[in-house]
């Protein structure tokens, strides 16, 4: 599989990337592409694809949103071609994604928000098996899950939130590069800046208070 970076989005590659977000994620959970033009143009966000080596054509593609600590990534979105899934190609692309990232931007590290398996409630409309799948997935690749973070991420809509779990890749070495007090901040960051929340939402409070003084993973 080729992997790389889109730079452009002039480009065919921004285009076709843009096609498969659209056919992956429901209206009610995606963004106007305008959103990744504008994000793209001010630096906040990147785009990766994956192509079969045979095919010219995108199978697999991740958009990483940039925080204002150079030091983390958030995995934004990320998804495989219909036809092309269960077949190894997401694995692959991701587990070279984080080969990069780890090798070539060291002391950098990237968020991913998962649906919390244990605390998924019917409203949600998660399936908690399909949860506990997608954990176990990134965790196979090296992802560690912080501990005992009760993360409520926002939706669109106001007031309607998920109970979820946030993994890091690579794992910090140390408190020094990755504490309570620094999780406080990217977590308040990503609330208010992109998922337009107050600063004093009653969830963001809550996912708050939810961190512990030590950070430990699982």
Known sequence: MQIREV???????????????????SPDI????????ENFNQGHSR????KKEDKDEIIVFAITYQLSDIRFLLLDYYAVRKDYRDKGFGSQFLATLFNHLKLNEKDRFLLIEIEDF???EKSDGFNVE??????????QL?????????????HFEINNYSCMVL?????????DVFNQEILK???????????????DDLYLKRTLESIPSKIKYI
């Open 7 to 25: 730079n452009s989005i002039n480009s065919t590659d921004f285009s076709e990337a843009m096609k498969l977000y659209s056919d992956n994620f």
């Open 30 to 37: 995606a963004h106007p592409i305008s959103y990744f033009e």
């Open 47 to 50: 785009l990766f694809i994956g």
């Open 118 to 120: 244990a605390n998924i």
């Open 130 to 139: 399909q949860a506990r799948k997608r954990t176990k997935f990134y965790k």
């Open 142 to 154: 090296g992802v560690a899950q912080i501990e005992g973070v009760k993360y409520f991420f926002p």
């Open 167 to 175: 993994m890091i890749y690579p794992k910090p070495p140390s408190e």
């Open 185 to 199: 901040k990217v977590i308040t960051e990503l609330f208010i800046d992109k998922y337009n929340r107050r600063w």
